[in-house]
């Protein structure tokens, strides 16, 4: 038997409701009416969701089909006019993140914060952790915190509250230094980006943490399953995959001991799976657009956001036995499929291929014109004295339906091996397919 997720005590406290009591239907009844006032407060006082909402009287929402039919907000929004979604004065912002586009459209997206925004945030943090530390756990934290409201440092707080000791980090630029550090503070569980983890992992040195590191959070918008299974056999540790991002205040759901679907902050952010061509809401058990509603957020509330993901909600109970759902590991982001032909590839498709070799550490890809070919170029960054068995990883690039059937009339195959790291640490730490 599995623990229960923390998360459905925590959430049964935030509605209100003893735990016992707590139903989906009292569930969906909150989330309604928090639904309710967190629209007729961004019609109040935010000048884009003024427009957007034009017509629609909060008052009326009293079921999820008839919120479905309300209008959707994308990031491109977040990019025009992010002070028109503002809905506090800015001297009640505490901190706005700034995130660079990744695409050609330049213009950075701004998502703002005030302190209770803050506030909730830490709050998920503390009883999010509780799914993988225990209050003597001493938790290496492999990711920004110098910053005031950065996310190490909301999770630093987080686990103070729970009893656990934080060992603040940062991003790993350098496994040796970082396997030390955590060595030198009896680290017992860390937080971390999927691939500076498995740099640690995959380290000389990193056996020196089998058996000292007992839980692992890995935390960006997709996890390669490849990832948490090289971890979790390097460590013997438990792997536990986190979703979120800065929209969402950058906590939206972790996985419980049974290691199955992420439960998510229900209380706090209200989940709808939708078609991404046609934005109608799908049933569970489909797969589609992850779109969330934040039930709780002042400053910078947000209705019907598009993320770009992709998941479903799972149909069976999760296994931890909770009335919570679950929604599925996310794999893939739309924008960050390519086409070969008339197929779809992704990162994710990639990293299960890639990964599974013992010495790969990271990898970037890119499919480019090649004369009358496509080729998919790979560049691999390897451990230090690890051979890439070229032949074997193309074999297993090949166990791809998509390359399969264009490999070799009309695509190539280029791999490269290096062992230059730097290159692979610089800017942000999502990683991307490039189509050029
Ligand atoms: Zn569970």
């Not at 309710?36 to 000048?47: C, H, M, Y």
Request: net charge positive.
């Amino acid at each position: 038997m599995y623990r229960k997720t923390p998360l459905e005590a925590w959430i049964a406290a935030k509605i209100g409701v003893q735990q016992e009591r707590l139903t989906l239907d009292i569930l969906e009844q909150y989330q309604l009416q928090k639904i309710r006032q967190t629209l007729r407060w961004v019609k109040d006082n935010s000048l884009f969701y003024r427009q957007q909402l034009y017509g629609i009287e909060p008052e009326d929402i009293t079921d999820f089909k008839q919120f479905s039919k309300l209008p959707f907000t994308f990031p491109r929004d977040l990019q025009a006019n992010p002070h028109g979604l503002v809905c506090t004065s800015l001297s009640e912002i505490s901190r706005i993140v700034t995130l660079q586009s990744s695409g050609t459209t330049g213009q950075p997206k701004r998502i703002f914060f005030t302190r209770s925004d803050q506030e909730l945030t830490v709050d998920f943090f503390d009883y999010g952790m509780r799914n993988l530390v225990e209050p003597q756990d001493r938790v290496m934290i492999l990711l920004p915190w110098q910053r005031p409201g950065s996310v190490g440092d909301l999770l630093q707080i987080g686990l103070k509250r729970l009893g656990a000791y934080p060992i603040p980090y940062g991003l790993v630029t350098n496994a040796k230094d970082a396997i030390e550090q955590a060595l030198l503070n009896g680290a017992t569980a860390m937080v971390g980006v999927p691939t500076q983890v498995l740099t640690m992992a995959r380290h000389g040195d990193g056996a020196k943490l089998r058996g000292k590191i007992k839980s692992v959070l890995l935390t960006t918008d997709y996890v390669p399953a490849a990832i948490c299974r090289a971890v979790t056999q390097a460590w013997q540790a438990k792997v536990f995959n986190h979703y979120g991002m800065t929209e969402m205040g950058l906590g939206g759901g972790v996985q419980c001991q049974a290691l199955a679907g992420y439960h998510v902050r229900e209380a706090d952010l209200y989940f709808e799976i939708v078609d991404p061509q046609t934005g109608r809401v799908l049933p569970p058990g489909e797969t589609g657009e992850v779109v969330f509603t934040t039930l709780t957020r002042t400053g910078m509330p947000l209705i019907r956001y598009r993320t770009g993901d992709l998941s479903r909600f799972l149909e069976k109970p999760c296994p931890c036995g909770t009335i919570l759902r679950s929604l599925d590991l996310i794999k893939y982001r739309i924008s960050e499929r390519i086409k070969i032909g008339d197929e779809l590839l992704g990162l994710p498709d990639l990293d299960e291929k890639i990964f599974c070799f013992e010495g790969v550490l990271n990898y970037h890809a890119a499919c480019r014109e090649a004369g009358k070919k496509r080729e998919l170029y790979i560049e691999i960054l390897t451990a230090e004295g690890y051979k890439l068995p070229e032949e074997a990883v193309k074999d297993s690039l090949l166990t791809l339906p998509v390359i399969k059937t264009y490999y070799p009339q009309s695509l190539r195959i280029n791999l490269k091996q290096t062992q230059q790291a730097a290159k692979f640490y610089l800017g942000s730490s999502k990683r991307k397919i490039l189509q050029v």
